[in-house]
């Protein structure tokens, strides 16, 4: 099973006091510390899952700048085989559906079974994965949370949807799916796996190296801009009702009238 998981390097919420620019363009990155985006370390660890069961190999790809070679370094050093970094000034600035163009570019250069993206990352749309799907017309799923490989030419998949409820499906081979966080626990990197992989190469592909038109991507390609950071204004704190539960419902479809909430 060849397997490739798009990864990307992130602000670490934990790590950082996140504040908005004061022209609103972006926020403050000055001394930001960045790490690997969260569902895309689930999606490792699930490639490294399977491969271990089944056989094949892990290759971790990502778009960014020079910087963004230290998440491939790190999971390498987790258990991925091999990385990729998709960097060229014609890249910044691209929009999802040009990221997803991008890694397609890059995809169709290699032959994999298997792709995987996280089910979001830092920007919170969710639209890669898809959209690389419809790209490479392969059979999609979100959300995914329990994968299990019936054979070399199907899965069966469970994704999470609302409610708390499991959905099932199997999905024929290729495919893209986007990992949520739970489906597995990562193994922990330590300092030796870091180590070994310190120095291996890891390829740099630019635009004309997976035949993508520098106009196509970009900022000068995007569909879709940024207009505005801002952080919503503080409304009034919460009101905790007391009572018995029939006592709280009554209070609550009181207050619900006084607001206009119900009629």
């Known amino acids: ?14 790590e950082n006091e996140i504040e ?7 926020i403050v990155r000055d001394d930001l510390v960045y790490s690997v985006n969260e569902w895309d370390n689930y999606a490792v660890e699930e490639a490294i899952q399977i491969v ?4 094949g190999s892990v290759t971790v790809v990502t778009v960014g700048d020079e910087d963004s070679e230290e998440v491939l370094r790190r999971e390498m050093a987790m258990g991925a085989d091999n990385g990729v970094l998709l960097s060229d000034p014609a890249f910044v600035g691209s929009d999802g559906k040009a990221i997803a163009g991008i890694l397609k570019a890059e995809i169709e250069k290699g032959n994999y079974n298997l792709i995987f993206t996280g089910a979001q990352a830092d920007d919170g749309a969710g639209q890669v994965g898809g959209m690389l799907a419809a790209m490479m017309d392969v059979p999609y799923a979100s959300l995914v949370n329990h994968i299990e490989v019936l054979d070399d030419k199907k899965l069966k998949v ?10 099932m499906h199997e999905i024929d081979l290729p495919c893209v799916l986007s990992i949520q966080t739970g489906i597995n626990e990562p193994r922990y990197v330590g300092i030796r796996g870091i180590r070994k992989v310190a120095s291996v190469e890891i390829p740099v592909h630019g635009a004309s190296d997976i035949g993508i038109a520098a106009d196509a991507v970009g900022a000068g390609g995007a569909k879709v801009k940024l207009v505005d950071y ?3 204004e503080l409304g009034e704190g919460a009101e905790m009702l007391e009572g018995s539960t029939e ?5 609550l479809i009181e207050l619900l009238k006084a607001k206009g909430g119900l009629k």
């Open 247 to 251: 006592e709280i419902v009554d209070k």
């Open 52 to 55: 271990e069961k089944v056989g």
């Open 158 to 167: 469970g994704r999470e949807i609302e409610g708390g409820n499991q959905e």
């Open 20 to 26: 908005v620019r004061k022209d609103g363009t972006d």
């Open 230 to 232: 801002f952080m919503p």
């Open 1 to 14: 099973m060849e397997i490739l998981v798009c990864v990307k390097r992130v602000p670490d919420t934990a």
